[in-house]
T-cell receptor
Framework: DTAVSQTPKYLVTQMGNDKSIKCEQN?????MYWYKQDSKKFLKIMFS???????INETVPNRFSPKSPDKAHLNLHINSLELGDSAVYFC?????????????FGPGTRLLVL | RKEVEQDPGPFNVPEGATVAFNCTYS??????FFWYRQDCRKEPKLLMS???SGNEDGRFTAQLNRASQYISLLIRDSKLSDSATYLC???????????FGTGTRLKVLA
């Protein structure tokens, strides 16, 4: 059983399109995250939700909109895709917000914008 | 200066060697520390937490030096399967954010 799953695994699209990435966790965790890993392999937090409430919103263009319909799901919608959005997007989850909580990552969604 | 810095490597070592990586952090209020491992084209996975007194898990030893603001990871008796990128993670007091280093790439050679 996959603990944190993401769909799609690969996404190739044209500039200007709108796309969504979905994430689901079956660990019963309260907190979920979206990260972006760029071509230099730098992994950076974008958003975090705790019990469906947005708690971390980094300096991310407002073309990116997360949505958490319930604790087990955190989706990412991206409007007007740009070349610079090409990256690997990882979803993660943790039990809660305590500093020592381990984060469990999904397999990633490889987005290529042409 | 980046919040969390690592030598990108690669560190090329023979099987059986001992190798150590450091990770420096700039915020003295940093409270929690981890080492994650990321294989090529895979997701990061927790390797070990780093405790103030240092901790060991099999061939892996993690240390924290608060005075000099760095953490270290020591791998003894390297295996081919240890080849991966090792990411250090720092969490600062008052935040819930994982701050990742850019990773150190290790290649263990036969």
């Amino acid at each position: 059983d996959t603990a944190v799953s993401q769909t799609p695994k690969y996404l190739v699209t044209q500039m200007g399109n709108d796309k969504s990435i979905k994430c689901e966790q079956n660990l019963g965790h309260d907190t979920m995250y979206w990260y972006k890993q760029d071509s230099k392999k730098f992994l950076k937090i974008m958003f975090s939700y705790n019990n469906k409430e947005l708690i971390i919103n980094e300096t991310v263009p407002n073309r990116f909109s997360p949505k958490s319909p319930d604790k087990a799901h955190l989706n990412l919608h991206i409007n007007s895709l740009e070349l610079g959005d090409s990256a690997v997007y990882f979803c993660a989850s943790s039990q809660g917000l305590a500093r020592q909580e381990t984060q469990y990552f999904g397999p990633g969604t490889r987005l290529l914008v042409l | 200066r980046k919040e969390v810095e690592q030598d990108p490597g690669p560190f090329n070592v023979p099987e059986g060697a001992t190798v150590a990586f450091n990770c420096t952090y700039s915020n003295s209020a940093s409270q929690s520390f981890f080492w994650y491992r990321q294989d090529c084209r895979k997701e990061p996975k927790l390797l070990m937490s780093v405790y103030s007194s240092g901790n060991e898990d099999g061939r892996f030893t993690a240390q924290l030096n608060r005075a000099s603001q760095y953490i270290s990871l020591l791998i003894r008796d390297s295996k081919l399967s240890d080849s991966a990128t090792y990411l250090c993670v720092v969490i600062t007091s008052g935040t819930y954010k994982y701050i990742f280093g850019t990773g150190t790439r290790l290649k263990v050679l036969a």
